[in-house]
């Protein structure tokens, strides 16, 4: 391979964030850390403990100059406490209590958390802003509905993260909230006029910008007005015309990962890289998905776009000098203490709402109603079980459940029932309002959104299934 075919290779790879499965880096992770690679993104399945993790980036920048990137938005999307529940309560939850200090404060703490064990680029916060309740994938992980409350979060958040040097990479661009389909699935449409978008849905980028946001992560939405069909993330009109040239932004474009349906499902994992790489995206998550042969596809098919003009060396170029603004500013990686100073437990407790009276509790029945969990969040723990250990606790699937079954193990015993975004499951709610309408004395506990509750029965809304959420739940209905 002559020196410029290797120059060109290692600014391809320079564009990349790759992941791996375990808790170890494997070979070829460390070999093309040496040969360019952008950096890793790491998942639930890569965190055992902190220490683990430290090691594990140890080695990563052993081998080069890494962006290590993961998901920690608080709330219900967290990979560090992926096994057990966040100790932070996620967006709703602040947004509902809106004291911006305390935003900045939870966001300070997580990036501590995460500069301890060597992360350098938190993929969070969410600014989208959600005004479709029924919104699969973002929901509890938005500060909510209004535009200048999302902005003015939005920016404590990021000012709270880049305070210990952890890049805040702002997402869903140009804005996920006003969608009805997960991305994770197909492309979903925000189809609204060009004044509406910058007026909603740009408000949180324009003041996320302003606060100096490190980095910007792409949606793949499409916005009819502004990308046609194409979702944003392929988008020239998008990225290089609505976030660089009209919102001014000069930072790193890092995109959502390619490995999601929007994309493999309509233009590949290799034609998408370099559709957005065209585009104007700088750094590209690739997802959990590919593997090192498709990692070395992607090389290849992006040395091959060069070559044969798809794609200009310029913009891999301008891509490499973005990266290398941003690994500039993160520095030397420092031994930066944790905060366990308690702000996630002091925010969740702000957070909570009581509607009627509870009563005291007499041995109680917990029936959980399982909500299967979106792509983003995965598989983590929710539920209020540590925080009522006396207590019988029942995980039902509500279409199979039996109500008259479940009142007759609650003869005599109080009841307590925890649903989550009951809104967007019309089983959850018919299984809720059947034992309510039975047991008016039941208390609901909702981990989701509270947009639907039953007409009556004591309920408390918790703005997220955060382990923090729970606490402060019980810590009400024991009160």
Avoid at 12 to 26: K, N, R
Avoid at 31 to 51: I, K, Q, S
Avoid at 145 to 159: C, F, K, N, S, Y
Wanted: glycine residues 10%.
């Amino acid at each position: 391979m002559s020196q410029s075919d290797r120059g060109l290779r290692r600014l391809a790879a320079g564009t990349l964030l790759v992941a791996f499965p375990g808790t170890t880096a494997p070979e070829w992770v460390l070999r093309e850390l040496e040969h360019g690679l952008g950096g890793v993104t790491l998942f639930g399945f890569n965190v055992a403990d902190p220490g683990q993790v430290r090691d594990l980036t140890t080695a990563l920048r052993g081998a080069g100059e890494p962006v290590i990137s993961l998901d920690e938005e608080g709330g219900d999307v967290t990979r560090l406490a992926y096994h057990v529940g966040s100790p932070y309560p996620g967006n709703a939850a602040l947004g509902a209590v809106d004291d911006v200090e305390l935003t900045r404060r939870v966001y300070r703490a997580i990036a501590s958390e995460l500069a301890a064990c060597g992360i350098n680029l938190d993929m969070a916060p969410s600014a989208d802003v959600n005004t479709e309740a029924d919104n699969p994938v973002i929901g509890t992980r938005s500060f909510g509905t209004d535009p200048e409350l999302v902005a003015r979060h939005t920016v404590a958040a990021v000012q709270g993260l880049q305070a210990v040097n952890v890049a805040a990479c702002v997402k869903h661009f140009p804005g996920h909230g006003a969608t009805r389909v997960d991305s994770h699935l197909a492309i979903p449409v925000v189809d609204v006029s060009l004044d509406v978008l910058r007026e909603r849905e740009l408000a949180p980028f324009r003041a996320a910008i302003g606060a100096g946001a490190k980095s910007v992560m792409t949606a793949h939405v499409a916005v009819p007005v502004v990308t046609g069909e194409t979702p944003a993330t392929l988008s020239g009109a998008a990225l290089t015309g609505l976030l660089r040239g009209e919102l001014g932004y000069g930072g790193v474009v890092v995109t959502d990962a390619l490995d999601m349906h929007a994309i493999t499902k309509s233009v590949g994992l290799a034609g998408g890289a370099v559709l957005t790489l065209a585009a104007g995206s700088d750094l590209l998550c690739l997802g959990p998905v590919p593997t090192y042969d498709d990692v070395q596809a992607i090389i290849a098919e992006i040395v091959a776009a060069v070559r044969d003009g798809r794609l200009p060396l310029e913009r891999l170029e301008e891509a490499a000098e973005r990266v290398a603004a941003l690994r500039a500013w993160f520095g030397a990686p420092e031994q930066v203490p944790a905060e366990q100073n308690g702000v996630g437990l002091h925010a969740a407790r702000r957070a909570v709402r009581l509607i009627g009276a509870t009563e005291p509790l007499v041995e109680p029945l917990v029936i959980e109603v399982d909500t299967p969990p979106t792509i983003a969040v995965g598989d983590v723990p929710w539920g209020v079980g540590p925080w009522l250990p006396d207590a019988e606790i029942i995980r039902v699937k509500p279409a199979a459940a039996d109500a008259l079954g479940l009142l007759a193990k609650a003869a005599n015993r109080s009841l307590v029932i925890v649903v989550k975004d009951a809104h967007r499951h019309p089983a959850s709610q018919e299984l809720l309002s059947a034992l309510v309408a039975a047991r008016p004395d039941a208390t609901v506990i909702e981990m989701g959104l509270p947009v639907w509750r039953p007409d009556s029965a004591a309920y408390i809304a918790t703005y997220g299934a955060a382990r923090a959420n729970a606490q402060a739940a019980v810590e009400l209905l024991t009160a």
